[in-house]
């Protein structure tokens, strides 16, 4: 596991809350992405965090209600569609890449870890459909729109799991831009099809 991403500090030496509540989600978020809910403990979070789990208690009060705020996409929804929709496809690819790349986080792959049964599989899903996959359907034009943004979000999903996952050795040495240059026009094709 790679070292723990130290949490900011103010001049004084206290931490500053933000900053270490940032570190907090990031965190959860890269167990998520990885591992299934319930294998994930709030010790491991305050490990990676660079904090202490009483600490996590303090500013989300328990593991549901922090991983409730993981739960959503949201924010990476908004990073993620963040594009006009004519270079969205190749803005998307290089986000997953770089999210992953620079952060070790990919905004989306946690849905891939999503529980078959179960109250928190149901709310990531439910969270996913409509904070990723209808966002990006409400900005395509034409037939099929629903179903484009799922098959776009399908080819995003495989590529993050082939890097982040199955850390194929191929895709990891290849520069970003390369793999952007071959992905991302079978994403586009789904988002503004000919």
Same mark, same amino acid.
């Given at each position: 596991?790679p ?8 001049i ?5 809350a $933000? @900053?270490?509540?940032?570190?907090i989600?990031?965190? @959860? ?7 299934a809910h319930a294998?994930? =403990?709030?010790k ?16 989300? &009060? ?11 996409? $949201?924010?990476?929804?908004?990073a993620?569609?963040? @594009?006009?929709?004519?270079?969205l ?5 290089r ?5 992953q790349r620079?952060r ?11 529980p078959?049964? &179960?109250e ?17 359907? $409400?900005?395509l034009?034409g ?19 082939m ?10 040495? =290849?520069?970003? $831009?390369?793999?952007v240059?071959?992905c ?5 094709a789904?988002? =503004?099809?000919s």
């Open positions: 596991m070292p723990a991403p130290t949490t900011p500090r103010t004084s030496g206290r931490r500053d $933000e @900053a270490t509540k940032a570190a989600l990031r965190a @959860a978020r890269h167990f998520l992405a990885h591992h294998d994930i =403990t709030l491991a979070v305050a490990e990676r965090a660079g904090v202490s789990a009483p600490l996590i208690l303090k500013y989300f &009060g328990n593991k549901e209600a922090l991983f409730a705020r993981v739960m959503s996409f $949201e924010t990476d929804a908004d993620l569609l963040d @594009a006009p929709l004519d270079q496809g190749r803005h998307m690819v986000h997953v890449l770089t999210s620079d070790g986080v990919d905004p989306i792959l946690r849905i891939v870890f999503a078959f049964h &179960g928190q599989g149901d709310i990531l899903r439910a969270n996913f459909r409509t904070q990723v996959s209808q966002r990006l359907t $409400e900005r034009t037939p099929d729109a629903p179903l484009r943004a799922e098959l776009a979000t399908s080819i995003l999903l495989g590529l993050g799991v890097y982040g996952i199955a850390r194929g050795t191929q895709v990891r040495s =290849t520069t970003v $831009e390369e793999i240059d071959r991302a026009p079978a994403v586009q789904q988002l =503004t099809p």
